[in-house]
């Protein structure tokens, strides 16, 4: 049962998104088939879409890419020593060596990380964040928590912890 207010679409008090009208579609063309599951997983990505071309417009603010924030982030979050080997950069950020060294030496070169050999063995070596890298990923993280606490401002605490644990169990088996 839809009602039309200003020309949107609402239904059981909210409105009608994108993905509705694409799920209305598909059980309209093959009504024999299930397509449930678009109802939470296109939402799903086109939160994804959204979320990376906002993030990359904030980074943008502060002279970094979605990629480069990841690297200083995950240096930043790093504890004592606050260190990372490139193995532990990969593992966190899902790229292949050849990627982490390039955007190791890109990092560098701007003075946001640091390369040092590792004292406990010399073939090794550490990846730390400088001092104009953590200010720097700490006014971007600052930006983005703020902008993202807007974009999740409809829900209260008890949704948003909801939406939280029925997330973790979907992604949670595709991160192992």
Same mark, same amino acid.
């Given at each position: 049962?839809?009602?039309?207010?200003?020309?949107?679409?609402?239904?059981?008090?909210?409105?009608?998104?994108?993905?509705?009208?694409?799920?209305?579609?598909?059980?309209?063309?093959?009504?024999?088939?299930?397509?449930?599951?678009?109802?939470?997983?296109?939402?799903?990505?086109?939160?994804?879409?959204?979320?990376?071309?906002?993030?990359?417009?904030?980074?943008?603010?502060?002279?970094?890419?979605?990629?480069?924030?990841? &690297?200083?982030? =995950? #240096?930043?979050?790093?504890? /004592?020593?606050? !260190?990372?080997?490139?193995?532990? *950069?990969? +593992?966190?950020? @899902?790229?292949?060596?050849?990627?982490?060294?390039?955007?190791?030496?890109?990092?560098?070169?701007?003075?946001?990380?640091?390369?040092?050999?590792?004292?406990?063995?010399?073939?090794?070596?550490?990846?730390?964040?400088?001092?104009?890298?953590?200010?720097? &990923?700490?006014? =971007? #993280?600052?930006?983005?928590? /703020?902008?993202? !606490?807007?974009?999740?401002?409809? *829900?209260? +605490?008890?949704? @948003?912890?909801?939406?939280?644990?029925?997330?973790?169990?979907?992604?949670?088996?595709?991160?192992?």
């Amino acid at each position: 049962m839809s009602r039309y207010t200003e020309g949107v679409a609402v239904r059981w008090g909210r409105m009608e998104d994108e993905v509705e009208r694409l799920v209305r579609g598909w059980r309209r063309v093959l009504p024999a088939v299930d397509v449930s599951p678009l109802e939470v997983l296109s939402r799903v990505s086109r939160l994804a879409r959204y979320l990376d071309r906002h993030r990359t417009v904030i980074f943008a603010r502060h002279d970094l890419e979605i990629w480069s924030f990841d &690297v200083l982030s =995950a #240096l930043r979050r790093a504890t /004592s020593p606050a !260190h990372l080997s490139p193995g532990q *950069l990969l +593992a966190q950020n @899902l790229v292949t060596s050849g990627t982490m060294t390039n955007r190791l030496n890109r990092l560098e070169e701007r003075g946001l990380v640091r390369r040092r050999q590792d004292p406990l063995d010399a073939r090794s070596v550490r990846v730390g964040i400088t001092p104009a890298g953590r200010r720097c &990923v700490d006014k =971007a #993280l600052a930006d983005l928590v /703020s902008r993202e !606490h807007a974009l999740l401002a409809s *829900l209260n +605490a008890a949704e @948003l912890s909801v939406l939280s644990g029925l997330l973790n169990r979907v992604v949670a088996p595709l991160d192992e």
